[in-house]
């Protein structure tokens, strides 16, 4: 069953709205414009939420608005070395009142979003390749956007960090509707599968090993869990698996040692470092140790949301604003209170995506559910390694992914009083 868009959905504030949020990771990723479209989306969000006069209840959305208010709200102001800063409430309102207005229940705007994703990825890639080939042109475009000009990987935006995970994404979308084609021999799945494969080298060409580390560990894990749900014959062939992770290793090791400076050869180099006992961590073990030091005395609350940023400036090892380990920089800014909370709530997120996977009937949604999965489990691993909770492109797409789960979890429900 598919929820039809009533009259008060077509409300020309919640298209408005559902735009806007896709304007909200086209500028955090040019780190132009951010405080002045986040500040629009939330003024049309809460027009929103007056007209149709419903917020969503749904429990994954619900203990995730909890935990934006807690934390980069309530506790960013209250206890943050700098208090709130306008910047931190603009940047975290848009994901919440998404979250309120429960957004992807309509249709139409599932797919918008899933079309934005793959078509952001595409330009991104374009970017990519118009600083190869025209890059005088690129130069040029990137002055005018960005306000600056980078190097090759960075595409359309200011990071080569935020180039792989909007390509990651775009990846995710194309394998789930691989894996759901029959016929895996016509040609427009055929055309997807090259589309994923054109998409997977350029991520392995912005050179950000986690990130591709990521995305391979939950392609798979994606892959497993439809197999195992849609009852295909697949337990006799697991063994696949580690044959593949093995002959990649080679291949990054290979890589490595012909000189590439890709994700492939980063990892060959990561492999080898560890080997020989060098810290590997690009920074994140230094990190670390300050997140260590600072926590003392405040173990059970923590010293406050983003005070790493503030504290880390005051230090010589000051490169990026955040610890590049969601998990230990949280424990560190909320203490083990705020530590227990956000890993229940992680918990609950991945128990609630993989069940809808499993109950989903309808091939359409399974689709949604199983992408759903996929941006929950990414922005778990990522967060080992990244600033996944810290970084709004990211979090704007993560909460992107719950409110899909949300979503599907809502159909199943009006499926099942349907059947009673």
């Not at 910047?87 to 957004?103: D, E, K, N, R, S």
């Not at 055309?191 to 392995?204: A, G, S």
């Not at 880390?312 to 590049?324: D, F, G, Q, R």
């Given at each position: 069953m598919q929820i039809k868009m009533k009259s008060k959905d077509k409300d020309?504030?919640?298209?408005?709205?559902?735009?806007?949020?896709?304007?909200?990771?086209?500028?955090?990723?040019?780190?132009?414009?951010?405080?002045?479209?986040?500040?629009?989306?939330?003024?049309?969000g809460i027009i929103c939420i007056i007209k149709t006069k419903k917020i969503r209840k749904e429990v994954l959305n619900f203990i995730w608005m909890i935990f934006i208010v807690m934390f980069p709200l309530l506790d960013a102001a209250i206890r943050g070395e700098a208090g709130l800063s306008l910047f931190t409430f603009l940047q975290y309102l848009p994901a919440l009142l998404l979250l309120t207005i429960g957004l992807f229940d309509i249709v139409e705007y599932r797919k918008i979003w899933l079309q934005f994703i793959k078509g952001f990825a595409w330009l991104q890639i374009f970017g990519m390749l118009l600083s190869s080939l025209w890059n005088r042109i690129y130069i040029m475009i990137a002055w005018r956007v960005l306000g600056q000009w980078s190097y090759a990987v960075t595409g359309f935006t200011t990071d080569p960090t935020m180039v792989a995970y909007i390509v990651?994404?775009?990846?995710?979308?194309?394998?789930?509707?691989?894996?759901?084609?029959?016929?895996?021999?016509?040609?427009?799945?055929?055309?997807?599968?090259?589309?994923?494969?054109?998409?997977?080298?350029?991520?392995i060409e912005t050179g950000k090993r986690s990130l591709l580390i990521a995305t391979i560990v939950v392609l798979m894990l994606c892959v497993l869990m439809y197999a195992t749900n849609s009852k295909k014959k697949f337990f006799s062939k697991i063994f696949v698996f580690p044959i593949i992770i093995t002959a990649l290793g080679g291949i990054c090791i290979l890589a490595y040692r012909a000189g590439y400076n890709n994700s492939f050869a980063r990892i060959g180099g990561t492999i080898i470092g560890m080997k020989a006992g060098d810290d590997v961590s690009n920074m994140r073990s230094t990190w670390a140790e300050y997140l260590k030091m600072w926590s003392k005395g405040h173990e059970l609350f923590g010293i406050g949301w983003e005070s790493f940023k503030h504290r880390i400036l005051a230090t010589p090892y000051y490169i990026v604003p955040n610890a590049h380990n969601v998990y230990k920089q949280i424990l560190c800014e909320e203490g083990y209170i705020g530590f227990l909370i956000f890993i229940l709530i992680l918990l609950a997120t991945i128990i609630y995506s993989i069940k809808e996977v499993i109950v989903t009937k309808n091939k359409e949604n399974k689709k949604l559910a199983i992408y759903a999965m996929y941006g929950v489990l990414f922005f778990i691993i990522y967060s080992y390694s990244g600033n996944a909770i810290y970084d709004s492109t990211i979090y704007l797409y993560f909460f992107g992914s719950v409110q899909l789960c949300s979503s599907v979890m809502l159909e199943n429900k009006k499926d099942e009083k349907q059947m009673y």
């Amino acid at each position: 069953m598919q929820i039809k868009m009533k009259s008060k959905d077509k409300d020309i504030y919640t298209k408005i709205y559902m735009i806007l949020y896709c304007v909200c990771i086209v500028s955090a990723t040019i780190i132009r414009w951010m405080n002045y479209v986040n500040a629009l989306t939330a003024f049309v969000g809460i027009i929103c939420i007056i007209k149709t006069k419903k917020i969503r209840k749904e429990v994954l959305n619900f203990i995730w608005m909890i935990f934006i208010v807690m934390f980069p709200l309530l506790d960013a102001a209250i206890r943050g070395e700098a208090g709130l800063s306008l910047f931190t409430f603009l940047q975290y309102l848009p994901a919440l009142l998404l979250l309120t207005i429960g957004l992807f229940d309509i249709v139409e705007y599932r797919k918008i979003w899933l079309q934005f994703i793959k078509g952001f990825a595409w330009l991104q890639i374009f970017g990519m390749l118009l600083s190869s080939l025209w890059n005088r042109i690129y130069i040029m475009i990137a002055w005018r956007v960005l306000g600056q000009w980078s190097y090759a990987v960075t595409g359309f935006t200011t990071d080569p960090t935020m180039v792989a995970y909007i390509v990651s994404m775009a990846i995710g979308i194309y394998c789930v509707e691989y894996i759901f084609e029959e016929n895996k021999r016509n040609k427009e799945t055929v055309f997807i599968f090259v589309k994923m494969v054109v998409m997977c080298y350029f991520l392995i060409e912005t050179g950000k090993r986690s990130l591709l580390i990521a995305t391979i560990v939950v392609l798979m894990l994606c892959v497993l869990m439809y197999a195992t749900n849609s009852k295909k014959k697949f337990f006799s062939k697991i063994f696949v698996f580690p044959i593949i992770i093995t002959a990649l290793g080679g291949i990054c090791i290979l890589a490595y040692r012909a000189g590439y400076n890709n994700s492939f050869a980063r990892i060959g180099g990561t492999i080898i470092g560890m080997k020989a006992g060098d810290d590997v961590s690009n920074m994140r073990s230094t990190w670390a140790e300050y997140l260590k030091m600072w926590s003392k005395g405040h173990e059970l609350f923590g010293i406050g949301w983003e005070s790493f940023k503030h504290r880390i400036l005051a230090t010589p090892y000051y490169i990026v604003p955040n610890a590049h380990n969601v998990y230990k920089q949280i424990l560190c800014e909320e203490g083990y209170i705020g530590f227990l909370i956000f890993i229940l709530i992680l918990l609950a997120t991945i128990i609630y995506s993989i069940k809808e996977v499993i109950v989903t009937k309808n091939k359409e949604n399974k689709k949604l559910a199983i992408y759903a999965m996929y941006g929950v489990l990414f922005f778990i691993i990522y967060s080992y390694s990244g600033n996944a909770i810290y970084d709004s492109t990211i979090y704007l797409y993560f909460f992107g992914s719950v409110q899909l789960c949300s979503s599907v979890m809502l159909e199943n429900k009006k499926d099942e009083k349907q059947m009673y």
